[in-house]
């Protein structure tokens, strides 16, 4: 799911208090008229934005190098990017946003580092950086940089807007900006997306508002990093493709890119509720909001090896079925992020209801996985830390054991594929004198913090990142009324643990400003909100927020029928079926299931080489990494499953699952269980 962008959620908002905006206009005029027509918001909303971008670039062309500096958190915004760092697995970066206080909007080019390890923040300044807007995409590449396009500026007031259609390569290292000049590109636009695929950083949807009316767009753009050139591929007009929209889901995929959901609004038809001279009913037109639920997926076909370096590739766009499991009820602006094979989505707000004040909202602070291969959505629920298990006193020597004959099996199945030619290096035959473990010891660990049991406040437009496993939610709006408050706050969460919810820091949500003249044309709405402020003890800055202690219940599991599972094609693709691969146990953390199964993922990598698929010459320790890899992809593809089987077993009383034959014999017994 993806952002639900603002120029919408403001035009949703002047609906939702349509019928208020008569009674505080007439109060503006007669107010401005008492003033002598002094209107406090004219200099505002008439501001030159173009004259205001160049004194942002005067202001930046005062720093002389790129600085780095140890600084407090980021102030409260929505709209920005929040990024796990290509280049440290242990920092993450954040760049941009705005902030809507009710009366002004300020927007930011302000860019993050955070150090995990060491929990701190620091501030980039640079003679060189893009300049300050809210709702642009950034993504990585396969080289390791990160690319930024678009986004959008507006006057204070928002009377006016400014879409931006430059595009940035940031150097995750050395925290460096260089804007990538090109002859033609994708237009100017905001709440699009971006993922990458090979060479290319591909773009699609987002769109375009004028103040007067918004436009959304459904293009697609590819970027090719070698050859420094953008690509628009033209399809036939018979094509099935998207429609145009923003705010989606866009995850990279092997074979190309994947697509689910969305935001837009489309004219529609309503009753004006008065009738003509004929008797006939009028109408009027409205623009209707609509949350996409469908998914597509975009296959990129790479230029043969031998077409001259300017060929672009071909696309075509593929629609998939509906994802089983799909979150009920639809939802908009829910925070998304790829991890693993799978789109991670926090939170969404769904308009559940139209009256004569508007649209209420609902908002949510659940947690989905969707499994791009299988396409299915997976809720994700927090768990009380288990009990460390007992382990035996001579369990590391017995791994150690069964590793050197794993070594040994493998050693020899390397010699007789070196003797029929298909392992071309000389020193594969050599056995290391350890074979070093390809899981990397848990040396750096999470500074430690307040854990929660229960989810962050509902909220919508969140931002996440992932970085070694764990998910990281950045700030957020919530909406009571007409007030809009943004969270000033991040948490982080275990992905594969699921144990609580990390409080990395978190500051008081400030109160909604507004305007003078809103202030006094709802002062009967400020007193009804505030009885119910001192109703709820559980407040804070006018925002009610979860209890603290205890574990919320997710509430009944969706009964939804299964349907077959839709696979992708890919070349390696194992029918669900038939699948002997390797699977992981209940309570079977990644490394203990790589420890039980390293032998069989060695097979099926040789296995593959004695097939002649294509793979470059690896030595035994590169041959060991690729299983782990393999192992790893199946550890997280079925990690949703096995979830749910723990959870079963735990409430039946099983606390862990053992074979008996991977347990030391000395260790057994009847007395040794008592």
């Known amino acids: 799911m993806g952002k639900k962008d603002k120029k919408s959620k403001t035009a949703e908002q002047k609906a ?59 102030s409260a915004r929505a709209s920005a990017t929040l990024i796990g760092s290509p280049s440290n697995a242990r920092e993450f970066l954040l760049f941009g946003g705005e902030y ?32 300050p807007r809210s709702g642009h995409a950034w993504t990585r590449s396969i080289a390791g940089d990160i690319y930024l396009f678009g986004g959008e500026f507006s006057s204070p007031k928002q009377g006016t807007f400014y879409h931006y259609n430059d595009f940035w390569k940031l150097d995750p290292a050395t925290r460096e900006w260089t804007r990538i000049e090109s002859k033609r590109g994708p237009p100017a636009r905001s709440g699009h997306r971006m993922t990458f695929f090979k060479r290319y950083v591909v773009l699609f949807g987002g769109f375009q508002d004028t103040s007067q009316q918004t436009k959304y767009l459904q293009d697609i753009w590819l970027y090719d990093t070698h050859a420094f050139a953008w690509y628009n591929p033209v399809l036939p007009p018979a094509t099935q493709k998207p429609d145009p929209r923003s705010s989606f889901s866009f995850h990279p995929h092997e074979a190309g890119a994947v697509l689910y959901g969305g935001y837009s609004r489309v004219k529609a038809t309503a009753i004006a509720g008065k009738q003509t001279k004929g008797g006939g009913q009028a109408t009027r037109s409205v623009l209707k909001p609509v949350v996409h639920q469908d998914t597509w997926f975009l296959r990129i076909i790479q230029p043969a090896v031998d077409a001259p370096a300017s060929t672009p590739p071909s696309i075509r766009w593929e629609r998939r079925k509906k994802p089983v499991n799909s979150p009920n009820p639809t ?22 209801e139209e009256n004569e004040e508007g649209i209420d909202s609902e908002f949510f602070d659940t947690l989905f996985a969707w ?59 050599m056995a290391p004198a350890g074979l070093e473990d390809p899981l990397p ?3 750096s660990v999470m500074p430690m913090k307040t854990t929660h049991f229960t989810m ?36 982080a969460i275990d992905l594969g643990k699921l144990d609580g919810v990390q409080e990395i820091y ?65 070349e390696d693709t194992v029918g669900a079926v038939a699948d002997t691969r390797p699977h992981p146990r209940p309570f079977e953390s990644l490394r203990e299931f790589f420890a039980r199964t390293s032998t069989g993922w060695q097979d099926i990598v040789l296995d ?53 034959a991977d347990r030391n014999h000395d260790a057994g017994g009847a007395g040794r269980r008592r």
């Open 16 to 74: 939702r208090v349509a019928a208020k905006q008569e009674k505080k206009a007439t109060q503006k005029e007669k107010k401005g008229k008492s003033k002598g027509g002094v209107a406090a918001d004219s200099d505002a909303d008439d501001l030159d934005l173009e004259a205001v971008r160049q004194e942002y670039e005067q202001q930046q062309a005062q720093f002389l190098k790129v600085t780095e500096s140890p600084c407090e958190p980021p």
């Open 506 to 570: 978190k500051r008081e949500v400030e109160n909604w400003v507004g305007s003078e003249d809103e202030s006094s044309a709802t002062g009967s709405e400020d007193e009804e909100y505030s009885d119910e402020e001192k109703e709820d003890p559980q407040t804070s800055g006018g925002v009610p927020l979860p209890a603290d202690e205890g574990y919320a219940d997710p509430g009944p599991k969706d009964n939804t029928t299964v349907e077959p599972l839709e696979v992708l094609d890919t």
């Open 608 to 660: 593959h080489m004695r097939k002649g698929e294509p793979s470059p010459s690896q030595s035994i320790k590169e041959l060991r990494k690729v299983a782990f890899n393999h192992a790893e992809t199946m550890w997280w593809d079925c990690r949703e499953e096995i979830t749910a089987l723990e959870d079963e077993q735990e409430e039946a009383g099983i606390g862990e699952v053992v074979n008996i």
């Open 100 to 131: 809507f206080n009710g009366a002004l909007a300020t927007f930011y080019n302000d860019l993050f580092i955070y150090l995990i390890d060491k929990d701190e923040w620091r501030k980039v300044t640079s003679p060189n950086s893009p300049l």
């Open 456 to 491: 962050p406040h509902p909220r919508f437009n969140a931002q996440l990142a992932v970085q070694d496993d764990v998910l990281y939610i950045f700030g957020g709006t919530y909406e009571h009324g007409d007030r809009e408050y943004t969270f000033d706050e991040m948490w």
């Open 331 to 352: 939802r908009a602006g829910a925070g998304q992020v790829y991890h693993k094979g799978r789109g991670i989505a926090f939170g969404g707000v769904h308009d559940v």
């Open 441 to 443: 010891e848990d040396v």
């Open 371 to 429: 499994n791009i291969e299988r396409n299915r959505f997976f809720q994700l629920t927090l768990r009380r830390p288990r009990a460390a298990a007992k382990k035996q006193v001579n369990e590391r020597s017995a791994r150690k054991g069964r590793g050197k004959l794993d070594e040994e099996d493998l050693l020899r199945n390397l010699a007789a594929l070196e003797a029929k030619g298909s392992v071309e290096r000389e020193d594969a035959l």
